[in-house]
């Protein structure tokens, strides 16, 4: 599994770093070092962005026909494929992942999203012709942004690189990537990918760096476009930056998703459901359905069903195939989680199950038990802010416009499901809420096809689907006078 971690990749080209610093990649497991990497400095931003303005100003992959573009992405998707056993095991290793995960969601779900893309590039309209009010013939053009500066965190670093780059270059732009220090592994071993891709020189560069690096390249003059998937604090520093110079910016961040349960839903089948939404990855997901709403007249039959649920999960090893819950990604991770379930206890909440302290069995690692309170109220901060973790509030509610009301009195609108035996009921309290993506009788299921984000304190922007490739592209339009209107003019000019 070794990757190239002393040099760089700038521009399609394995290079020396700027610097000697170096970042450290601790395994959350066994909190041993796992490797280290070259750390970017604001001169290597410089070197990389430099390298993408010159390849999109005056290089040829702009201007490469879009059956080209998609060619070379499918070769890149063909050279991943070979290396995803690979990178699964350097997710795990990296973020504690449970191995069967990374292997499902970390990797085979980018692997198909390059596909994904290419197929939704092959019908995209890159170019339109439209009958104009007037009489003039409108042609439509959708061309790419410029230089992309694509910023992304830890928790699914293949899947949110992916979802940025792959886009952007078959929109024709080119492309600055900063992975998050926790997880620069896996970055650097798609680095690789690319080089035996045979892109054109200075069309991707990938520079793992700390919280300054990406400031840095998010306030850079060369960059274009900006898009960043991260916290809903750095966000709004990221828009910032990005509007004193009027570039484009697309924003995923944080969520606080509410799973609404109707009272004709089997308990059972609602446990499995948000086990499977939530939990995953150890609950470090942005989409995760955190908040479960359940009717007052059987909320002890959805509570113990989620809690008997929560409780049979296999906590551990994230590299045996058999665990389901691995550690947190860092020890200031598990602090973090672990002063919510204290929170959670003295703003009166009940434990159900989980706790603070260790699982069962483990002495080390960065692990918190999964843990499911109820007798909550959407008012508590375990109720309200995103945790990151494993861990679920049930709150009861009175009747269904009571429970549309808790799941928009929320700072974020990313996701949220409901879960019902009438799917056109589902259907109706889906439209209901106001957030970017929902689930039927499941969490979110991240199609390739349909676009994902959020609204509110969740961000803007769409990824995935055709609205995926719409964020890397500027449109123009031309119009083109009518014949009658030239012959006209050129009558009048010989008068």
Same mark, same amino acid.
Not at 98 to 107: D, G
């Given at each position: 599994?070794? $990757?190239r !971690?002393?040099?760089l990749?700038? @521009?399609?080209?394995? /290079? ?14 066994t909190?041993?070092? $796992?490797g280290?990497v070259?750390?970017?400095a604001?001169?290597d931003?410089?070197r ?13 992959? #702009?201007?490469?026909s879009?059956? *080209?573009r998609i060619?070379a ?14 990178m ?9 992942? #449970?191995?069967?995960?990374? &292997?499902?969601? &970390?990797?085979?779900?980018p692997?198909?999203m390059i596909?994904?893309? /290419?197929?939704?590039a092959?019908?995209?309209?890159w170019?339109?012709?439209?009958? !104009?009010?007037?009489?003039?013939d ?5 061309e790419?942004v ?19 780059l ?9 492309v600055?990537v ?12 798609? %680095?690789?990918?690319i ?9 991707v560069?990938?520079?793992?760096g700390?919280?300054?690096v990406g ?8 960059v274009?476009?900006?898009?960043? =998937? ?8 990221? %828009? ?12 995923e ?7 609404i349960?109707?009272?004709d ?6 446990? %499995?459901?948000v ?12 989409n ?15 509570t113990?069903?989620?809690a ?6 296999v ?8 665990? &389901?819950?691995?550690p947190l ?5 598990q602090?973090?989680?672990?002063g919510?379930l ?10 159900? =199950? ?6 069962d069995g483990l002495d080390r ?23 990151? @973790?494993p $861990? ?8 269904e416009d ?6 928009n009195d ?11 035996? +009438? ?24 199609d390739?096809?349909a676009?994902f *984000?959020g609204?509110?304190?969740? @961000? ?7 609205e995926?490739?719409?964020?890397? $592209? ?6 083109v006078?009518?014949? &009658? +209107?030239?012959?006209?003019a ?6």
């Open positions: 599994m070794a $990757v !971690g002393d040099e990749f700038i @521009g399609g080209t394995w /290079c020396a770093p700027s610097t000697d610093r170096r970042i450290e990649v601790i395994s959350p497991h909190e041993t070092t $796992v280290h070259a750390a970017a604001p001169a931003v410089d990389a962005v430099g390298a993408a303005r010159e390849a999109f100003d005056t290089g040829g992959w #702009p201007r490469t879009p059956a *080209g060619d992405v499918r070769r890149l998707a063909a050279n991943y494929a070979r290396r995803r056993s690979e699964a095991e350097l997710i795990t290793s990296e973020i504690g992942a #449970p191995i069967s995960f990374s &292997q499902r969601a &970390q990797v085979a779900l692997w198909s596909n994904a893309f /290419c197929d939704l092959q019908t995209y309209p170019r339109e012709a439209r009958p !104009g009010r007037y009489g003039s409108i042609q439509v053009l959708r790419p410029g230089v992309v500066g694509a910023v992304v965190p830890w928790n699914m670093p293949q899947f949110l690189i992916v979802t940025k792959i886009p952007a270059l078959l929109a024709g732009c080119t600055v900063k992975p998050a220090p926790e997880s620069p592994l896996n970055a650097l071993l798609l %680095a690789e990918v080089a035996e891709s045979g892109l054109p020189p200075g069309v560069s990938v520079l793992p700390d919280g300054s400031e840095y390249l998010v306030g850079h003059r060369g274009d476009k900006v898009s960043f =998937t991260g916290s809903t604090a750095a966000g709004r520093a990221v %828009a910032t930056a990005c509007a004193a110079d009027l570039r484009r910016v697309s924003l961040l944080g969520g606080k998703s509410a799973a349960v109707l009272d839903a089997d308990p059972v089948v609602v446990a %499995a459901g086990r499977s939404a939530s939990l995953s990855n150890s609950g470090q997901i942005c995760a359905l955190t908040r479960v709403l359940v009717p007052r007249s059987r909320a002890g039959e959805f113990d069903a989620l008997a649920e929560v409780s049979a999960l906590v551990g090893d994230p590299t045996d195939g058999a665990t &389901q819950v691995g990604v860092a020890r200031r991770q602090q973090r989680v672990t919510y204290e929170q959670g206890v003295r703003d009166g909440a009940r434990v159900v =199950t989980g706790g603070t302290g260790m699982p690692g960065w692990y918190v038990k999964p843990t499911v309170f109820d007798r909550a109220d959407n008012s508590m901060t375990i109720a309200r802010e995103e945790i990151f @973790g $861990v679920l509030t049930v709150v009861a509610y009175d009747n009571e429970a549309v009301a808790i799941a929320s700072d974020y609108g990313l996701a949220g499901s409901v879960f019902t035996a +009438d799917t056109d009921r589902g259907l109706a309290v889906g439209a209901a809420i106001r957030t970017g993506t929902f689930g039927v009788n499941q969490g979110y299921t991240m390739p096809f676009p *984000g609204v509110k304190s969740s @961000g803007y922007g769409r990824e995935l689907g055709r995926g490739i719409d964020g890397y $592209v500027d449109t123009k339009s031309i119009s006078a009518p014949k &009658q +209107d030239l012959a006209t050129a009558a009048g000019k010989g008068a």
